[in-house]
């Protein structure tokens, strides 16, 4: 019912910058948070920076100050502003994004995600 499609990856050197982007689209009434999220080998996917509904953000202590998320609600779409770019962010970055959507018995909330964006930052 609800797709989230990324795109702004790609391949910079390390200090330069990339924006990724995640619409959302489908059977959406609202949206109540969206995140990015990264996972390298070995270790755990963690959240890299989210947004809710009202405006709050929350970053990882790794990206604090280099990484700004944003969102054109009327788009259904968030961003990820990704400066000074260093090796260690070389990953692949996935949307999610808790979506309030209309059911044959009623409004429910669902975790959607997106297809995976690769980043990477060489030195």
């Known amino acids: 019912q609800v797709q989230l499609v990324e795109s702004g990856g790609g391949l910079v050197q390390a200090g330069g910058s990339l924006r990724l982007s995640c619409a959302a689209s489908?059977?959406?009434?609202?949206?109540?948070?969206m995140g990015w999220y990264r996972q390298a080998p070995g270790k755990q996917r963690e959240l890299v920076a989210g947004i809710t509904r009202g405006g709050s953000t929350n970053y990882a202590d790794s990206v604090k100050g280099r990484f700004t998320i944003s969102t054109d609600n009327a788009k259904n779409t968030v961003y990820l502003q990704m400066n000074n770019l260093k090796p260690e962010d070389t990953t692949v970055y996935y949307c999610?994004?808790?979506?309030?959507?209309?059911?044959?018995?009623?409004?429910?909330?669902?975790?959607?995600w997106g297809q995976g964006a690769q980043v990477t930052a060489s030195s």
């Open positions: 489908g059977s959406i009434f609202s949206i109540n948070a």
């Open positions: 999610n994004a808790d979506v309030r959507s209309r059911g044959s018995s009623g409004y429910y909330f669902a975790d959607y």
